[in-house]
Each structure stands twice: as structure tokens, then as C-alpha cells.
């Protein structure tokens, strides 16, 4: 049985999700400010934005699967954690342009440009925005319908994701597979969905009319 | 003015003769014994008797700690901090290296003997990644020119091909269901670029002998290349006429080349190699930015000649 946290605590448990979620960030950064982030503090910030980026996308999509399969509802989450997985990918790229490129302002245009592992990380950045923008119950009730049509767009923001995580190094290693294969998995997933529901309809249909004819 | 009187040294304090007279073997034992308090995966740096050398670039070296624990090194993992950290079981002595094929004296040499037989000279070298970061670290070597000249190449050798050990039990990153590269790791130059003075086989850095992440006990180190240029832990050389094949060459061909000069012109297909960062400058807030890369890795004067009418966008 899913746990059930009792009602007057849920929305302060979606604030520590916040706050507990940004913290790797605010502690890695006190770590690089201070000189204790190894050779290469900037790299590594930059690297740690990118995977809890990465991470947060993931427990995003992870949320509906969870529902179906395992039963359990964290959709009172998902927002806080698609809100996370931008904020990740902002200071991600605000690492990269103002601490790594800095103050090269036109070789981040010229990388932008030339390159398709910074173009695909750019596009999910830049495609992450409107879906922050629409995130609170106005724009819900605003948008209606097409709300729904609008934050599908996280299927493609993660597939460029996984493309600029792919693309990032020399050889992938071990743990990039790890991400991309949970990535691919669950974008997969939203296809055999459909046929999925479709079946456990026809199931509670048989049971229905079979409990019609016994009555 | 008072006259100078010299201190009086009382009987006490001078030292017997038997101890005097064996003052290196003290001194040594006393280094040993260090090296053995040390431990893991230092065990073995033992202090190396260094000459200077006018191969010295002027700027600030990278600190040892930051060279010594932010490595390539694949065979003992794909962090950067994998080989400072898994390399512990790693044996580099006793080490031989078979120096063979187009060559008149072929052999095999034991690491203590070459470091006895070649003065070992300090050179301060700038060290560029391809994956552009840079470092500055003092080497310590000999030319592979001098292990060349001792061998006696034939005529006919054109160029020098490099092997890595084989050693899974040892080397965690060769071993298990995941292999990043295939082993054993390979390398080559033209035998121009190998008998270049500038060319060095590092058995040593910061007057140590080679910590293990490093590439203990004998690595090569070609200043004007990308860093994956510089083989660790060789076995074999081998002299031939054939262009050898490279590790990252035959693992993405698209990427990486047999020259792999430095060249701030010729983009990686996938980041630019216009800039570098210098490792080990300290926190976000007291590095110096991203430094302009230089052709040649700065060390144009040297070796553009190497290359005169070669076209080095195909030659990348």
C-alpha cells in the first residue's frame, strides 16, 4: 500500500522538496567559492548542475509510471521537480557562460552555433522556460487543454538532454549509460502506455459484464 | 672591535666517525623508511637525482596535489580522480621495457638502469588536454632521442610505435564487463618527432620518481601534443616503417588523428580548442579565466619546422 502522508503536512513537504533539492547546489558552490572542489572547481559544479539537472528530469518523468505500476501518487511532486530540473539547467548554463566561457561572450555564440552537443543542451534550456512560466494553477486554468498539449514538450526536452549528456565526453562511461537508458526507458514507456491503459480497460469491461451476467 | 672567537663545539656534539662516514647510507635508509610510512598508492615516490635543463617555461607550476590526483588514465578508471585513487595495487618495479623492431641493437632495459645510465633532467613543460584544461608540471627524464640512439634505428625506420602494460588484476579500468578503450593503449610518432630534443621519456615528476596515476615508472611526454599523446606505463617501443596506429584514433577516427599537435585553429568536432583552463588555480572566484591556447602548445619556434607544407586542418 502506497504511504499516505497526513494532509496538513503535504505542502510543507513540497517546500523541503525544494529546499532539500536545492541544496546540493548551494553546498557544491560554497565548496567551489572556497577552494574545495578539487583541480577543476569550475568543471565540477558545472558537472554536478548538469547531473542533478539530469536527475530531477528523470524523478519528473518517473512520476506517472510510479502511479500506474506501483500504485504510488507523487504527482503533488511533479511540479516541484520539473521547477527543479529547470532551475538546474539555468545555473548549469549560467556556469558555463559566466564562470567557464566568461568573458567570452562570442565564443559561447560561436559554440552555440558550431556545435550540436551545446545546441541540443541549449534548445532543452531554452525549451524548459515556457513550461516554467506555465507552471502554477492560472496558467493551468488558463491554458485548459492545450496546458497538457504545451508541457508535452518535456518528451523532447529530455531526449536532447540525454543527446548533450551523450555528446559531452570522449567515451561514454558507465554512469552516462545509467542516465540515458532511465531516459530512454521512460520515454519509451509514455509510448506503450496507451496500449497499456487500453488493455486494463478491457479487462474492467469484461469483469463488469461478467459480473452483469452472474447478476 | 673585539676579535672573532669561533664557537666552542663541545665533545658531545660531534659526531662519531663511524656514523659520519655513513652519513648516505643513513640518509637513505631514513628516505626508505619515509616512503614505506607513506604508504598506498605513494608507496613507491622515492626522490630522483635531478639535473637542470634549459627546457623552462615561465609560468607558475601546477601544484603537485592537483597533478597528481586529476588524471587520464583510463585503464584505472574514467574519473579524474580514479587513478589517484584505485592505482594503490599497482606495481611499477621491478619494470622492463623491450625496445625493438627496425633497429640494429634491439633490447630490453631495466627502469633503474636507464635512470642510472641517462642524467635525469628537470623540464618544466606546459601540458595541454584535449579536452581543453592545461597544466604546468616539472618532468623529470631523459630524451627518447638518447634510448633511440642506443638501440641504433635502421634507415628504414620512419616512425616509433608505443604499447601501455596489460594488467587487469592491477589496473581496475582493464578489467570487469565495462571497457571504456581497448587495451593494451597505443601510441605513435614520426621517428622525426621522436628524436625531437624536446620529446621526453618522464620517469619522474617534481623530483619523485613517477607516482602510479602518473604513469610509473616511465611514460612519454610531448609537449607540443595534446596530453593522450603522452603514453604511461610503457613496455614496448617499436621502430617501423608503417604509420602506427593510436588508441584514440582507432576508437573515434573523426576526433582524434595521428598528429594531434596542439592547435588552437582546429576545433575538436564537438568543443573548441581555442581556449584552455589552467588546473589548479584555486576557486571559482581567484582563477584566471580561460587562457588563449597556443599553436604548437607555445612551443611553435621549436617544432612548426616539423611540419613545413603540411596541411594541419586534414593532419589534425
Known amino acids: 500500500m502506497a504511504p499516505v502522508l497526513p494532509k496538513r503536512w503535504q505542502p510543507a513537504s513540497v517546500w523541503l522538496l525544494y529546499i532539500v533539492g536545492l541544496l546540493p547546489a548551494a553546498w557544491s558552490f560554497y565548496l567551489g567559492a572556497t577552494d574545495d572542489l578539487g583541480a577543476d572547481p569550475v568543471k565540477s559544479f558545472e558537472l554536478l548542475l548538469g547531473l542533478w539537472t539530469l536527475r530531477f528530469l528523470i524523478a519528473t518523468l518517473a512520476v506517472s509510471p ?107 562511461t558507465l554512469e552516462q549509460y545509467v542516465y540515458i537508458g532511465l531516459i530512454v526507458v521512460l520515454l519509451l514507456y509514455r509510448g506503450v502506455r496507451p496500449i497499456l491503459r487500453a488493455r486494463k480497460n478491457e479487462r474492467k469491461n469484461l469483469r463488469a459484464q461478467a459480473t452483469e451476467r452472474i447478476a | 672591535m673585539a676579535a672573532y672567537r669561533p664557537p666552542r663545539i663541545p665533545a658531545s656534539e660531534i ?105 635525469i633532467e628537470e623540464r618544466v ?57 581497448s587495451w593494451p593503449y597505443i601510441e605513435g610518432l614520426r621517428l622525426d618527432e621522436a628524436r625531437h630534443p624536446l620529446t621526453l621519456l618522464a620517469v619522474g615528476l617534481y623530483g619523485e620518481t613517477l607516482p602510479n596515476q602518473n604513469g610509473a615508472p616511465i611514460r612519454l611526454v610531448v609537449p607540443w601534443k595534446y596530453g593522450f599523446k603522452g603514453i604511461k606505463s610503457i613496455v614496448r617501443i617499436t621502430l617501423t616503417d608503417q604509420q602506427p596506429k593510436n588508441t584514440w584514433q582507432v576508437t573515434n577516427p573523426q576526433e582524434y588523428g595521428f598528429y594531434a599537435n596542439v592547435n588552437p585553429e582546429v576545433d575538436h568536432p564537438r568543443w573548441s580548442q581555442a581556449t584552455e583552463r589552467r588546473i589548479g588555480e584555486g576557486g571559482f572566484f581567484s582563477s584566471g579565466g580561460r587562457r588563449p591556447t597556443l599553436p604548437f602548445n607555445g612551443y611553435a619556434d621549436e617544432v612548426a619546422s616539423l611540419y613545413a607544407g603540411m596541411d594541419l586542418r586534414a593532419n589534425y
Open chain 1, 66 to 172: 510510479f502511479r500506474d505500476l506501483a500504485g504510488w501518487n507523487l504527482i503533488r511532486y511533479r511540479r516541484a521537480l520539473g521547477l527543479l530540473t529547470f532551475y538546474y539547467a539555468l545555473m548549469h548554463f549560467s556556469v558555463y557562460a559566466i564562470l567557464d566561457q566568461a568573458p567570452m561572450f562570442n565564443a559561447i555564440l560561436a559554440d552555440v552555433l558550431k556545435r550540436p552537443f551545446i545546441m541540443f543542451g541549449m534548445a532543452a534550456l531554452l525549451l524548459l522556460i515556457p513550461l516554467a512560466i506555465t507552471s502554477n494553477m492560472a496558467s493551468i486554468r488558463r491554458l485548459g487543454k492545450n496546458w497538457i498539449r504545451l508541457h508535452r514538450l518535456i518528451y523532447p526536452i529530455a531526449a536532447l538532454g540525454a543527446l548533450h549528456f551523450a555528446l559531452s565526453t570522449k567515451v561514454l
Open chain 2, 15 to 119: 659526531t662519531p666517525q663511524p656514523i659520519y662516514l655513513n652519513r648516505r647510507n643513513f640518509l637513505g635508509a631514513a628516505t626508505l623508511a619515509g616512503a614505506a610510512m607513506l604508504g598506498g598508492a605513494q608507496a613507491a615516490a622515492a626522490a630522483l637525482a635531478v639535473v637542470p635543463s634549459r627546457y623552462k617555461v615561465d609560468e607558475k607550476l601546477t601544484p603537485q596535489k592537483d597533478v597528481t590526483t586529476y588524471n587520464n588514465f583510463y585503464e584505472f578508471g574514467l574519473d579524474k580522480g580514479d587513478p589517484a585513487a584505485l592505482s594503490g595495487d599497482f606495481k611499477p618495479r621491478p619494470w622492463t621495457i623491450a625496445v625493438d623492431g627496425m633497429v640494429g641493437k634491439p633490447g630490453t632495459f631495466d627502469i633503474d638502469q636507464l635512470i642510472k645510465d641517462f642524467p
Open chain 2, 125 to 181: 613543460y606546459r601540458m595541454r588536454c584535449v579536452e581543453a584544461w592545461s597544466m604546468v608540471i616539472p618532468w623529470n627524464g631523459f630524451p627518447l632521442a638518447a634510448l633511440l640512439d642506443k638501440v641504433e634505428p635502421l634507415g628504414s625506420a620512419k616512425y616509433v610505435a608505443f604499447e601501455t602494460v596489460v594488467r587487469p588484476e592491477e589496473m581496475p579500468g582493464q578489467g570487469g564487463y565495462f571497457q571504456s578503450l
